[in-house]
């Protein structure tokens, strides 16, 4: 590398660094304003607070990173053209190749970091962020899928239940089939499910099982029944955000084994599955789109490059979160949701960069 590719290259870290330090303590301020009361009013020890605000720079920083790092590099990109610096180094024989190098250099690292960063240390950021919210900040109910049951067990028995209340653990019209060889073997029925927890045991009322045999179906009531059953409680009633907590290898068995158990909330986990390798790429496409746009030198400097560069990031988030919730409210491929918006911005960068490429003719 020459000494101009250092510097840029330099640039580029030290200008994201620094919007990351600009921003951050922000956002802390914001949420421990909205938050203080609640903090006060449940006695929340000093070293968890610091705990929580700790797990929320990194929550908050890889949320908006790609955002962070757009903004960073109009905004240097932009000074050096202001400054005529690219015009100069155009001037001296440098092409778009040779400029473009430094800041690919910069998004690998930015890249390599955040796909370490988000299958290793931001689940575990994620996880103790989200406790600490529903403890302290929004009551005691968290969320969890407790509507509309259907679940694989094992390999051999699937139940189902109508609604599973987390503060009593109590469902209603729980079912439990057990199947061998593809036919019905039995089949128990329940009005109520209960979790006794001293015991570890489940708790049926109003119990039916009907064991079907060659000749004839066995009936067997019972008014309430304690018995242990083949699944724990954690796994009849999972939180909608433990995809974001566990690490990379975690939420690939993860995921796998809900597909087993039928759970209804695959699109969601596969989202955050796919955004561990969407975001990093995602880096390099705003990276390009940013430095195609800011290289220019326009009328109204640095602000109108910002102007322009902060309504793409904006329609980009957008389309992020749309074509995400898209995914996990429908059958829509949750592949294509994450990915579709680095494919549109992809071919924008590739467009812009071609048009400046013309411009240096």
Known sequence: MKIIDWYILKKYLVTYISIQILFVPIAIVVNLADNIDKILSNNVPFNEVLEFYYNFTIYFSNSLLPLFL????????SKLASDSEIVA??????SLKKLIKPYLIGSAMIA?????????????????????SYKYLKGSRKSIDDKNI???????????LTQFNTKNNIGTNFTLEHFQENKLKFKINASNIRYIKKDSTYRLTNYLKRTITDSIDIIYTKRSLDTLLSFNLSDLTPLNYIAE?????????FIDQEKLRGSSNIGRYQVVKYKKWSVPFSIFILTLIAFSVSSVKRRGGTGVNLAFGISVAMTYVFFDKVFGVLAQQSDFSPFIAVWFPNFVFGFLAVYLLYKNANKQL
């Open 245 to 253: 907590t566990l690490n990379y290898f975690d939420l690939v068995k």
């Open 89 to 94: 180094l155009y001037s001296s024989g440098f």
């Open 112 to 132: 390599f970091a955040a796909l370490i960063l988000g299958i290793f240390v931001v689940p575990d950021a994620s996880r103790d962020f989200n406790e600490f």
């Open 70 to 77: 757009f903004l960073s590099v109009i905004w240097f990109t």
């Open 150 to 160: 259907f679940r694989k067990i094992n390999d051999n028995e699937y139940i189902y």
